[in-house]
């Protein structure tokens, strides 16, 4: 089974930072990563696939890198409504996802 | 609008059994994987089972394998997911997803339901 390991758990960031979270498999998953957002009470929502692509409607301030084991999910200019619980997920094999990164108010 | 809405949660025994299912709309539903994931209260997010388009496949998490089964009825638009021998660990907001990609099970999860609660206590 592939692992994924996600740092930090929890970010305590202001409007307007650069924030940057690390999404790392336990074995090569390509390019076959996902990352969610989501907040308390709701479903999560796709933002980027593949590692890089953005997904329709998703704000340009995200953006996704990396191959192979280790990935990452940077927001340019943390918004209000960007504070929420990030998720990374591998589809290489099966479907796994990260533990989580709490982004939280400074 | 495309969307899913779950539905058959509720309060249940260990041991006993529950059915949950996801009704589709706004998209051909027969032509999309689709997939259960959990989320137990306060923890993150569990991949629990898929189904591909046409119900020719079906896999499922080892925390799960015996217990639960995957379906579709591609005429009704719904997915299903039966679960017995239900245990406290099993309590969790039940999740349906969509994949991404038509025909293609294994892709991202683009369309999420509203997640329906299931609690297992005796």
């Known amino acids: 089974d592939i692992q994924m390991t996600q740092s930090p758990s929890t970010l305590s960031a202001s409007v307007g930072d650069r924030v940057t979270i690390t999404c790392r498999a336990s074995?090569?998953?390509?390019?076959?990563l996902a990352w969610y957002q989501q907040k308390p009470g709701k479903a999560p929502k796709l933002l980027i696939y593949k590692a890089s692509s953005l997904e329709s409607g998703v704000p340009s301030r995200f953006s996704g890198s990396g191959s192979g084991t280790e990935f990452t999910l940077t927001i340019s200019s943390l918004q209000p409504d960007d504070f929420a619980t990030y998720y990374c997920q591998q589809y290489n094999s099966f479907w796994t996802f990260g533990q989580g990164t709490k982004v939280e108010i400074k | 609008q495309v969307q899913l809405v779950e539905s058959g949660g509720g309060v249940v025994q260990p041991g006993r059994s529950l059915r949950l299912s996801c009704a589709a709309s706004g998209f051909t539903f027969s032509s999309y994987g689709m997939h259960w994931v959990r989320q137990a209260p306060g923890k993150g997010l569990e991949w629990v089972a898929v189904?591909?388009?046409?119900?020719?496949?079906?896999y499922y998490a080892d925390s799960v394998k015996g217990r639960f089964t995957i379906s579709r009825d591609n005429s009704k638009n719904t997915l299903y997911l039966q679960m017995n021998s239900l245990r406290a660990e099993d309590t969790a907001v039940y999740y349906c997803a969509r994949a991404r990609i038509t025909m293609i099970v294994a892709n991202a999860f683009d369309i999420w339901g509203q997640g329906t609660m299931v609690t297992v206590s005796s």
């Open positions: 074995q090569s998953i390509s390019s076959w």
């Open positions: 189904i591909w388009y046409d119900g020719s496949n079906k």
